[in-house]
């Protein structure tokens, strides 16, 4: 399947495109994606430990499933004033 990965906020600096796709496998779940963008970026290697993560408008978690066609968001903590 083929899963389309947004970063947000410093993320950015990382994948400065904003997006990657993925292939990933028909099982796959969140933490797949996430050890997937590992391989692709070792900055992004702990990526689950400090963020959100969104599949298309819903809040998700490592065991989230993952199916063909998806938005995977990664957003960082937010600080405001």
Same mark, same amino acid.
């Given at each position: 399947?083929?899963?389309?990965a947004?970063? #947000?906020?410093h993320?950015?600096?990382?994948?400065p @495109? +904003?997006?990657?796709? &993925?292939?990933?496998p %028909? @099982? /796959?779940?969140?933490a797949?994606?996430a /050890?997937?963008?590992?391989?692709?970026? &070792? =900055?992004?290697?702990d990526?689950? @430990? =400090?963020?959100r993560? /969104?599949v298309?408008? %819903? #809040? /998700?978690? *490592? !065991?989230?499933p993952?199916?063909? +066609?998806? !938005?995977l968001?990664?957003? *960082? *903590?937010? @600080?405001g +004033?």
């Amino acid at each position: 399947m083929i899963i389309r990965a947004l970063f #947000f906020g410093h993320y950015r600096d990382t994948v400065p @495109s +904003g997006e990657l796709t &993925l292939s990933l496998p %028909d @099982s /796959a779940t969140v933490a797949d994606a996430a /050890a997937a963008l590992a391989l692709t970026d &070792l =900055r992004l290697a702990d990526i689950l @430990s =400090r963020t959100r993560v /969104a599949v298309g408008a %819903d #809040f /998700a978690t *490592p !065991e989230t499933p993952l199916k063909d +066609g998806d !938005e995977l968001a990664f957003l *960082p *903590p937010m @600080s405001g +004033g």
